[in-house]
T-cell receptor
Framework: DGGITQSPKYLFRKEGQNVTLSCEQN?????MYWYRQDPGQGLRLIYY???????QKGDIAEGYSVSREKKESFPLTVTSAQKNPTAFYLC????????????FGPGTRLTVL | AQSVAQPEDQVNVAEGNPLTVKCTYS??????LFWYVQYPNRGLQFLLK??????LVKGSYGFEAEFNKSQTSFHLKKPSALVSDSALYFC??????????????FGGGTRVLVKP
């Protein structure tokens, strides 16, 4: 899983609560991404950031928020507005070059009780 | 818009036999293509990529992939599969045309089961 860490590994949330997933990288990458993975499905992009203090919505941003105050960190908040948050969340980073691959963290499994 | 299709949900192969995982893509410009592998409850690991040049790309763990522009395909292959190759495999594409943005689009994944 390279130089990307995600915490916690497992997270349980009650309905109506906001929770924040941590993602840190020491690869000196400018770009960072958040994906959601549901059973039997591919990855869907939630948010991405190519530079500090800037980020863009992906395909399924509703109910999520992010910040990018430091190059190394890209936390994701799952808000109570996200109607079906139970999923596996993956953080990734890469250089901004379009030909470069993304490196993934180990993931956080979020379960809503 | 860019898209990726992995037509097989699961591929079963006997250990020692050749393994092929299929991927087709659609982009408006030249494609940048990637293969990743995911083991249970883990993140994705990068296997290989095609950007330009030789159509046959070699990657990690003995995997290779062949880019075929006319068939818009990028199939992943391994000459002799191991039980430890059992995992979920993802193909991904990025449109090489900068105007298309920097988004990476993933296929739905193919589960590979290698039986002893």
């Amino acid at each position: 899983d390279g130089g990307i860490t995600q915490s916690p590994k497992y997270l349980f949330r009650k309905e109506g609560q906001n929770v924040t997933l941590s993602c840190e990288q020491n690869l000196n990458h400018d770009a960072m991404y958040w994906y959601r993975q549901d059973p039997g499905q591919g990855l869907r992009l939630i948010y991405y950031s190519q530079i500090v203090n800037d980020f863009q919505k992906g395909d399924i941003a509703e109910g999520y928020s992010v910040s990018r105050e430091k190059k190394e960190s890209f936390p994701l908040t799952v808000t109570s507005a996200q109607k079906n948050p139970t999923a596996f969340y993956l953080c990734a980073s890469s250089r901004v070059s379009r030909s470069d691959e993304q490196f993934f963290g180990p993931g956080t499994r979020l379960t809503v009780l | 818009a860019q898209s990726v299709a992995q037509p097989e949900d699961q591929v079963n192969v006997a250990e020692g036999n050749p393994l092929t995982v299929k991927c087709t893509y659609s982009v408006s410009g030249n494609p940048y293509l990637f293969w990743y592998v995911q083991y249970p409850n883990r993140g994705l690991q990068f296997l290989l990529k095609y950007i330009t040049g030789d159509n046959l790309v070699k990657g990690s763990y003995g995997f290779e992939a062949e880019f075929n522009k006319s068939q818009t395909s990028f199939h992943l292959k391994k000459p002799s599969a191991l039980v430890s190759d059992s995992a979920l495999y993802f193909c991904a594409v990025r449109d090489g045309d900068q105007a298309a943005g920097n988004k990476l689009t993933f296929g739905g994944g193919t589960r590979v089961l290698v039986k002893p």
